[in-house]
């Protein structure tokens, strides 16, 4: 295959990176096991579910473990040892475009992605939210995928890891299949489960401080999981449901841990102040003088008191997510929020200091029609009035259909609507004075085809990581029509994914589809 260098503009010695616990130190010529985010250091360490599974495994004592990225591969960040000798690649995945990162890096290190096709090496185990809500596009190249929340089975991976014999890779692979949670490919007699975790209130936070990521220096800690929201296109809410927010107390704990040690904290969540004791996480960064960041807030829960705090803290700019300017298509897909709460909200945030405002909003929506638009400029111009002097950005996304969702099945517009769609936003904003960004419609139907593909998927990334062929070339010789996106799907006929037990039925998730796409106005 014809594959750039990974790692060609990497320097690990500019990095600076300070460890918030000791790990056990281990014999060298322990068992390599090595965790990889597929991305560039700088993503992968800001990315919670990777620094879990590094501390899982290294805390343990009773293997190697390493961390390897796009921009390393095909050696690891610690010592460069060649990734290919590893006993297990361990691979988390959030995006389904991360996909065609995960086949570089083997290709890249000289494994074979074709699972079929590897003889001995590493064994290819993948998790994270992309992959266990639909691992059927990495069907065909994994040797296993862990579907759920880590909590419930990271720890049985490690203990076949740890315990298994080095010539025996079919033994190891039998003992994973028999794990609540694992999906085995080659094991297609067990019916995969996407697990939960213990429904506890104990979530990660990163172990290891970096000056090269997007959160420099950051300690990043998960305030909660799921989402109090009930939008019918949010992963978030339907594979990691019921909302939980993370323990006061265990936060309470770590913060006094590392007091001394930390001067910036990253609050991460669907909904950070939705936390029943916001106000009291509040008062901690207080005592510990930190500064602190957040990932997202809900705008029904921003009040006079809430923005006070969060501009004490030296925030000045906050995103929030209407998904739509149409107060019509905001509540077809779920998310009953009023117009005047977002624009209340922004008052607030504005009056307290907090001058810039990103909104973030979705196209291809079910009812985005030109009605919706009207609505949309209408929305965008109140909220730019209400935000004074100052900025107001807009970011905009293609709506995907996610598994276990209710818009599975929702076709997505033909890239002529998209982009007309898009222009039309773009046109409103730049009347009123709003900057604007948008995620190309490309790279978005690729996701889409990956959100909801099939093993095809992955034997198409395959070709196209070649770097010879066209995505679309590449979807098409291994048997996918790129333009069924565009089809309503699985009503009458089986979706990949539907031999999986999930976290809601199919039947429902149908009957409630139903309800968004017919819902009528006035």
């Known amino acids: 295959m014809n594959l750039p260098a990974l790692n060609r503009k990497f320097d690990k010695s500019a990095i600076k990176e300070r460890y918030l616990e000791s790990l056990p130190s281990v014999p060298k010529r322990a068992r390599p096991v090595y965790v990889g985010y597929p991305s560039t250091y700088r993503i992968g360490m800001s990315n919670l579910g990777l620094h879990f599974i590094y501390r899982s495994l290294a805390s343990r004592g009773s293997m190697r473990v390493e961390r390897f990225f796009t921009d390393t591969a095909p050696l690891t960040f610690e010592t460069g040892a060649g990734i290919s000798d590893a006993f297990a690649l361990l691979f988390s995945v959030s995006y389904e475009e991360d996909y065609l990162d995960l086949i570089r890096i083997l290709v890249t290190a000289g494994v074979e992605p074709l699972r079929s096709r590897r003889e001995g090496g590493p064994l290819i185990i993948a998790g994270g939210p992309a992959t266990s809500a639909n691992p059927m596009p990495l069907s065909e190249i994994v040797d296993a995928a862990a579907l ?75 305030t909660g999981r799921g989402c109090p929201g009930s939008c ?78 969060i501009s004490e803290a030296g925030v000045r700019s906050v995103s929030l997510a209407p998904e739509s300017g149409s107060e019509k298509v905001r509540f077809r897909l779920g998310k009953k929020v009023p117009d005047e709460i977002y624009i209340d909200a922004v008052k607030e945030l504005v009056k307290n200091g907090i001058v810039n405002i990103n909104l973030y909003l979705l196209t291809g929506s079910p009812g985005e029609d030109g009605k919706a638009r009207d609505d949309t400029r209408t929305f965008l111009k109140r909220v730019r009035e209400v935000s004074g002097k100052g900025r107001v950005s807009v970011h905009t996304n293609v709506l995907i259909p996610k598994p276990w969702t209710p818009l599975q099945f929702y076709p997505v517009p033909a890239a002529g609507e998209l982009k007309g769609n898009i222009e039309a936003i773009s046109k409103i904003c730049r009347d009123t004075g709003i900057s ?33 062929i066209s995505w679309k070339k590449a979807f098409r010789e291994n048997g996918i029509d790129p333009d069924e996106v565009h089809e309503e799907r699985g009503i009458g006929r089986p979706l990949p994914w ?25």
């Open 148 to 222: 759920g929340e880590g909590e419930g089975i990271i720890g049985e991976i490690a203990e076949i890891l740890e315990s298994a014999d080095n010539d025996d890779r079919n033994s190891v692979v039998d003992r994973l299949a028999n794990i609540e949670g694992m999906y085995v490919p080659s094991r297609p007699g067990k019916i995969p489960v996407i697990r939960h975790g213990s429904r506890g209130s104990v979530f990660p936070h990163s172990i290891i401080l970096s000056s090269d990521t997007v959160f420099p220096d950051t300690l990043l800690i998960e």
């Open 232 to 309: 019918g296109f949010c992963l978030a809410r339907s594979l990691y449901r019921p909302y939980r927010p993370a323990s006061f107390e265990a936060i309470a704990r770590l913060l006094e841990k590392t007091s001394g040690k930390v001067d910036k904290l990253g609050l991460v969540s669907t909904a950070v102040i939705s936390h029943p004791r916001f106000n009291d996480i509040m008062g901690l960064i207080r005592k510990y003088g930190l500064s602190v960041g957040f990932s997202s807030f809900k705008a029904e829960d921003i009040d006079a008191e809430k923005a006070s705090m």
């Open 498 to 522: 539907d031999r999986i037990t999930g976290p809601c039925g199919k039947d429902s998730l149908l009957s409630r589809y139903k309800k968004m796409v017919d819902l009528k106005f006035p």
């Open 436 to 468: 604007f960004a948008a995620k190309s419609i490309r790279s978005s139907l690729r996701q889409a085809i990956l959100s909801i593909g099939g093993k095809e998927a992955g034997n198409a990334l395959i070709a196209y990581s070649g770097g010879s």
